[in-house]
């Protein structure tokens, strides 16, 4: 069956870090490129990060410099290092492969506010 469970999110102030989680069930972790996205309220859902199986990066510009992408292979779970937090990074994320070929999980709520 195919899981996503996304974890990490919380309120931060502006400038706070978080770092976001994402287990996958195997069967679409691998070998699969995997990418985080958002949908704020209002919004599209969006890619934020790309990781390809071999660790190729990709990175939307609004998040270039601040978000980073990483991947276990061994432990079928795809991270992100947020850093630098703005108020527009406000959004629920998720995880999926990239591109988004599999049903959401219930993403990780991110809410950035002073």
């Known amino acids: 069956q195919v899981q996503l469970v996304e974890s990490g999110g919380g309120s931060v102030q502006p400038g706070g870090s978080l770092r976001l989680a994402c287990a996958a069930s195997?069967?679409?972790?691998?070998?699969?490129?995997m990418g985080w996205y958002r949908q704020a309220p209002g919004k599209q859902r969006e890619l934020v990060a790309g990781?390809?199986?071999?660790?190729?990066?990709q990175y939307a510009d609004s998040v270039k410099g601040r978000f980073t992408i990483s991947r276990d292979n061994a432990k079928n779970t795809v991270y992100l290092q947020m850093n630098g937090l703005k108020p527009e990074d406000t959004a629920i994320y998720y995880c999926?492969?990239?591109?988004?070929?599999?049903?959401w999980g219930q993403g990780t709520q991110v809410t950035v506010s002073s």
């Open positions: 990781i390809s199986f071999a660790g190729s990066t």
């Open positions: 999926n492969t990239n591109p988004a070929l599999n049903g």
């Open positions: 195997r069967s679409i972790f691998r070998p699969n490129a």
